[in-house]
């Protein structure tokens, strides 16, 4: 059976695999019939296989003992990349993690089309590092040499957002300036492109890309800053140790930020804890912190918050019960919380955006659309904020979790057929 080309989105938070054929969806389905996978991976402390996706979650919610690794992407381009965790008293790279979730994605996608995939354009965000040339061009060396790893023999890469804009062009009857806002789960990427129905015949596109640009801030941060601001002041964050000084932050910074999470279980992590505790003003808030840890319910806590940010993103309040940390305990969270925790971060998004207009010389005025797509382009803040600086400009809504894998599987027919 002939190989064909696909498009991977693999996202921090959910992974795609698009395959273009006329007259179908092109999003593979990798999960009970859906075309997302999320980006997670469960090692069972029993030596059992690997869980990935939504079982994941289901297997940890129902209290396996195991290791639950998510945002994996957000590695790419640090140094931790050349670390490992201890899994079983073993030690696993944090690379084969991410090779066993690329395999796993290309495994399932073959298994859903019905024949092998050896050619690939992977997506990947304008910046996997802001300011750091060097350690961008590591982070897709990296992830070219995990593709190669696990079977893909021609692989090619494209900018998320201009694969997104590949995605909306198919729907477009007139020639658009477009601002494509591509908010993910670990970067807010944008794209300046003109496209119609005429330049979506040209093999290079080249010219009709005006700018792109983007900053590592994503849903993920998003959640580690709702946390910090809603959450961690339960357990003890900002409070008074007896000397006068405020406590340290680190633990808490640790718990809310998904890939730094195992790093509260360490001896020396809970050794600090306990001595944070015997120093504590409010020694009640400090139980709450040791139960948590205690527990190793930092990823339980994690995925609470990340339900109650999606809540907020439609409701203007929520209830976040927290009562696995101390019985009857419930938080009420608003989106004036959740606006207050993020408006540094969307500040630094729209100063991005700011950029990208005066580096390409284009006004407001001149963008006539503004395509959104990505899981977290939906946070209200966000997209008001956005809106804000492009008032004349239709605002549309691709498909937030696949418009890129879509887009990246007519970009790999192009480049490979």
């Not at 994996?72 to 201890?86: A, N, R, V, W």
């Not at 789960?185 to 009709?208: C, E, V, W």
């Not at 944070?276 to 009640?284: F, S, V």
Request: glycine letters at 10%.
């Amino acid at each position: 059976m002939t190989s064909e080309p696909c498009g991977i989105d693999f996202g921090t938070s959910n992974s795609t695999v698009g395959w273009d054929r006329p007259g179908t969806s092109a999003l593979l389905p990798l999960e009970d019939g859906k075309p997302t996978l999320p980006s997670v991976i469960f090692f069972h402390a029993e030596g059992q296989p690997a869980s990935y996706g939504r079982a994941v979650l289901a297997d940890y919610l129902h209290g396996h003992e195991g290791r639950l690794m998510r945002s994996l992407k957000s590695l790419l381009g640090t140094s931790m990349i050349d670390d490992h965790t201890e899994l079983n008293g073993q030690a696993l790279p944090f690379r084969t993690l991410l090779q066993h979730f690329i395999a796993e994605l290309k495994r399932r996608a073959e298994q859903a089309a019905g024949r092998p995939f050896s050619q690939a354009v992977l997506g990947r965000p304008v910046f996997f590092v802001d300011d750091d040339l060097r350690a961008d061009q590591r982070a897709e060396k990296t992830l070219r040499d995990i593709a190669h790893a696990v079977g893909f023999k021609d692989i090619a890469f494209q900018f998320e957002p201009i694969a997104a804009a590949f995605h909306y062009e198919s729907q477009v009857s007139r020639e658009e300036l477009v601002l494509v806002a591509d908010i993910g789960g670990g970067t807010s990427d944008f794209s300046l492109i003109r496209l119609s129905p005429t330049r979506a015949l040209k093999a290079d596109r080249r010219d009709d890309i005006l700018a792109t640009g983007g900053v590592h801030i994503g849903g993920t941060d998003f959640d580690k800053y709702l946390s910090l601001a809603g959450v961690m002041p339960l357990l003890g964050m900002g409070s008074a140790l007896t000397s006068g000084r405020e406590m340290p932050s680190a633990p808490y910074f640790n718990l809310a930020t998904w890939h730094t999470i195992h790093a509260a279980y360490t001896r020396k992590a809970w050794a600090e804890m306990l001595d944070l505790r015997r120093h504590a003003e409010n020694k009640g808030q400090l139980d709450r912190l040791l139960s948590l840890v205690r527990q190793r319910s930092g990823h339980w806590l994690a995925l609470q918050v990340e339900a109650a940010k999606i809540d907020l993103s439609g409701a203007h309040a929520t209830n976040l019960d927290l009562g696995r940390v101390e019985p009857g305990l419930s938080l009420h969270l608003s989106r004036q919380t959740f606006a207050e925790a993020i408006g540094h971060l969307v500040r630094r998004v729209e100063a991005t955006l700011k950029a990208l207009m005066q580096d390409a010389g284009v006004d407001a005025k001149s963008i006539d659309t503004v395509f959104f797509t990505g899981g977290s382009s939906g946070v209200p803040l966000l997209r008001q904020s956005l809106s804000g600086l492009l008032p004349e400009a239709k605002c549309v809504e691709g498909d937030l979790f696949g418009s890129i894998g879509a887009g990246l599987a007519l970009d790999a027919r192009r480049k490979f057929r």
